[in-house]
């Protein structure tokens, strides 16, 4: 970085985040899908006038929301994401970004420690969060997945079903594997789809059934060690078919651990969150399926994940 205002924009960065997860926390947004005064919005959120109009006011700024006289009103971007129940619907990352918040306020001991600090915590809108995140690529993921011959699949960490559902609408039988409070909310998502199967448990040490074509494992490694991932991948290849297949998504990191930047901050999110987990290279990946039985097929990027597909290799 040469500028000083990048470096004045990074300083007082957190600012614009703090303004929209407020507004969030507000459901704020849920209340402009028509032109109103910040006197009505405050009634109605049971808020303070002035408070409120201050914050209106840095909205319109942000460039989330407008204001025509002393009329506030969503912009397209935010009756698109931020209104509650549209389909792109993006408050429960939001939320789910505020309960980091509270735990990278910890970082500095993280740092000088090492243990990770992760004392707020709100499982609900962390797993809806996933799915806020994953609808808006779910088919360009599912697209990049090998599923020719596949007729099983077990979605390991299937968090809110997202890849399941998506994966059950293409004609395979879905097996979601989670936590049991994880499994709750999926439930709600997969409605009355029949082909999504559910198993609650810990990946860990608790049985993931058998007979798989296919093996999802989506954002999981991450939040473990090198030495947890590879025990997890013998325990998948055991439980497909011959000739089986595992996709893993990760989020894409060089081998450098510094680029791209989403993978950097990640791996400190996991740091701050995990006791040894963090961003893995394609490379390293890579490695751990081979040790683990499996031969890799095809790697792609979608944004700022990968996608490596991998064949069961006898
Ligand atoms: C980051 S979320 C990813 C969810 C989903 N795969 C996706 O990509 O949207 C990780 C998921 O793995 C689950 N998980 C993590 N460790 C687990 C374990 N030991 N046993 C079962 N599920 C686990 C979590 O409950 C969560 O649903």
New binding site residues.
Partial sequence: MEDISALKGLIGGFRQSRILFTANNLRIFDFLNKPKSAKVISAKLGTDTRATSILLDALVSMGLIKKNGSLYENLPISSEYLQSGRPGYQGDIISHFDTLWNNWSGLDNVVKTGSPNRKAANHES??RG??N??ILKVKNVVDAIDLSDVRTAV??????G??SIELAKRGIDVTL???P??IAIAKEYAGSLANVKFIE??????PIGKGYDLA?????F???TTRENIMLLKKVKKSLNKKGKIAV?EFYIEDNMSEPLEGALFAVNMLVHTEGGRCYSVNEMQSWLSKSGFTEVATSRINEAVIINAQASG
């Fill in positions: 962390f797993i996933m799915h995140l994953s979605d390991i960490g299937g968090g809110p997202t890849y594997f989670d936590r409070d994880t448990g810990d990946f860990l040490v608790d999802f494992i989506s954002q999981v991450h939040s473990y998504q």
